[in-house]
């Protein structure tokens, strides 16, 4: 099982990346897909989720409206587009797979984020 995250680096205020989830390993289709994101010496939180069947979206508050997930699943990625970006969205960002019964749960190794001027 492999998930690599790409689109990282350095952005300006109120700039836009879009981060790729590239994955492999897994059926990609039955898998609820999570970004997360992390800044040290605090916890990992929850950025977007798409929900495998039928593709729901959930997104943090402090990322609603600003933050777009989507997956492909002819390529098996998932996709994090972030407008208007904030100085506090920096943080390490992670690729999350994961079903439940039974339960399975995947980690890619995550990308900075770095939003400064």
């Known amino acids: 099982v492999q998930l690599v995250e790409s689109g990282g680096g350095l952005v300006q205020p109120g700039g836009s990346l879009k981060l790729s989830c590239a994955t492999s390993?897994?059926?990609?289709?039955?898998?609820?897909m999570t970004w997360y994101r992390q800044t040290p010496g605090k916890e990992r939180e929850l950025v977007a989720t798409i929900i495998s069947a039928g593709g729901r979206t959930y997104y943090a508050d402090s990322v609603k409206g600003r933050f777009t997930i989507s997956r492909d699943s002819a390529k098996n990625t998932v996709y994090l587009q972030m407008n208007s970006l904030r100085p506090e969205d920096t943080a390490v960002y992670y690729c999350n797979a994961k079903r439940e019964f039974p339960s399975y749960d995947y980690w890619g190794q995550g990308t900075q984020v770095t939003v400064s001027s």
């Open positions: 390993g897994f059926i990609f289709e039955i898998y609820d």
